[in-house]
């Protein structure tokens, strides 16, 4: 999985506690990003960093928040989980390539089941 | 908006024989457009980009077209293996390229 780890990878929790997801790359890349997988939705963008402390909103953010502080780490947290957050969340980093392309690189992903 | 569409029922097929993806896409102007495969329990992987002047771009059994007028593009796997068995996942950039916008994807069934 070219270097990502998220973690946890399952993880069950009530409505209305906090949750932080991490992903962990060991590529350098700048790019980082949080999609969430829903049957009929397929991958949708939650939040991307373009550098350290560099953040911004994907297609679905109501409801999370992300951090940056270093190049290597980026934190999703869900500040009050809702039943409607249950979803597979997946890590993505991406670079520019030499031939001006950005290709993205995918963890394993954290299922997560907010009862 | 802008919208991707991939033909959301699986596609089953014989072993040995050609597969045929679809992605069609609206309201996109992209400079290139990738592929991902995504078996169970697992995230996608990258396999192949072709860009809006490349026709078409082959990488062993795989091949892709482009065809920016229809816009849309065909995935083949040639000489299917039940292996190739998978989600497949067609992806377009935003201008800038650093954000890709993700196809529903098709599920793929070889059978032996």
């Known amino acids: 999985d070219a270097g990502i780890t998220q973690s946890p990878r399952h993880k069950v929790t009530e409505t209305g506690t906090p949750v932080t997801l991490r992903c962990h790359q060991t590529?350098?890349?700048?790019?980082m990003y949080w999609y969430r997988q829903d049957p009929g939705h397929g991958l949708r963008l939650i939040h991307y960093s373009y550098g350290v402390k560099d953040t911004d909103k994907g297609e679905v953010s109501d409801g999370y928040s992300v951090s940056r502080s270093k190049t290597e780490d980026f934190l999703l947290t869900l500040e009050s989980a809702t039943s409607s957050q249950t979803s597979v969340y997946f890590c993505?980093?991406?670079?520019?390539?030499?031939?001006?392309?950005?290709?993205?690189?995918f963890g394993p992903g954290t299922r997560l089941t907010v009862t | 908006s802008q919208k991707i569409e991939q033909n959301s029922e699986a596609l089953n097929i014989q072993e040995g024989k050609t597969a045929t993806l679809t992605c069609n896409y609206t309201?996109?102007?992209?400079?290139?457009l990738q592929w991902y495969r995504q078996d169970p329990g697992r995230g996608p992987v990258f396999l192949l980009l072709i860009r809006e002047n490349e026709k078409e771009k082959r990488k062993e059994r795989l091949k892709v077209t482009f065809d920016t007028t229809l816009k849309q593009s065909l995935f083949h796997i040639t000489a299917s293996q039940p292996a190739d068995s998978a989600t497949y996942l067609c992806a377009l950039p935003n201008n800038a390229g650093n954000m890709l916008t993700f196809g529903g994807g098709t599920r793929l069934m070889v059978k032996p």
């Open positions: 590529e350098n890349h700048r790019y």
């Open positions: 993505a980093i991406s670079d520019i390539q030499s031939s001006g392309s950005y290709e993205q690189y």
């Open positions: 309201n996109y102007s992209p400079a290139y």
